[in-house]
């Protein structure tokens, strides 16, 4: 099963993705991990993405795609995967889309986790995420069990540089330009499912396993 979530930034992706992959034994591929993992390691690849992502633009979608696709062929991924992050502009799902159809293959379901804008930056501000293992929480909605420190790998919980409000702001208005027009794509493609995700995490897992099945 090929999935693709879809959603402003803080719209959970990453909290229902980790759900969708655990529950359908499937790998959960971020590229905002990938590229924060390299950042960690002080690789080159690190080193550009962080410029873009510290002003909350989109990392060049060549760079972007390289990586992309270097995962997906990776062996854990030949029965499917869930995408988080990942297209994020018109010409990166095109890419995918060329890339599917070669191996005859195609995008399953693209879950859009719909949330307005005027809760994503309360959500933002109030998001936690190890800087070991990725693991995210929130403040109020998802507190670990000791404040700053990560319950799975005990390592220490950060507000991400780019959670910042006028970073916030700022990846709005790019999701807004270049992430949105992916909603009237994937419906055209006829996969598109919409979920309300304003409401309690759990009960999106819920509206998200009706549709997967
Ligand atoms: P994304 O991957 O779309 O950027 P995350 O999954 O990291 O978003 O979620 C953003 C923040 O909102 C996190 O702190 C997360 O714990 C919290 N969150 C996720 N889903 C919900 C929800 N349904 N209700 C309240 N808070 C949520
Ligand atoms: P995320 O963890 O998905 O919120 O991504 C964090 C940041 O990484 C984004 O604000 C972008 O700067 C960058 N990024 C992640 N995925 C992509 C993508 N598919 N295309 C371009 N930039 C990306």
Do not use: W
């Not at 890419?95 to 693209?110: H, I, M, P, R, Y």
């Not at 507000?159 to 999701?175: C, G, I």
């Amino acid at each position: 099963m090929k999935i693709i979530m879809l959603g402003a930034p803080g719209a959970g992706k990453g909290t229902q993705a980790k759900m969708i992959a655990e529950k359908y034994s499937i790998p959960h591929v971020s590229t905002g991990d990938i590229f924060r993992a390299n950042i960690k390691n002080g690789t080159d690849l690190g080193k550009e993405a962080k410029s873009y992502m510290d002003k909350g633009e989109l990392v060049p979608d060549e760079l972007t795609v390289r990586i992309l696709l270097d995962r997906v062929a990776q062996e854990d991924c030949k029965n499917g995967y869930v995408l988080d992050g990942f297209p994020r502009t018109i010409p990166q799902a095109e890419v995918l889309q060329s890339e599917l159809n070669k191996q005859g293959t195609d995008v399953d379901f693209a879950i859009n986790v719909d949330v307005p804008d005027e809760n994503i930056i309360k959500r933002m501000s109030g998001r936690r995420a190890c800087v070991t293992c990725g693991a995210t929480y929130h403040i109020e909605h998802v507190p670990p069990k000791t404040e700053g420190i990560c319950d799975k790998c005990g390592s220490e919980l950060i507000l991400r540089d780019d959670d910042k409000e006028e970073t916030v702001k700022n990846r709005l208005s790019v999701y807004h330009d270049q992430t949105q027009p992916l909603i009237d794509f994937y419906s055209a493609k006829g996969v598109l499912k919409n979920v309300d995700g304003t409401v309690d995490m759990m009960d999106v897992f819920n509206a998200i396993t009706n549709i997967l099945g």
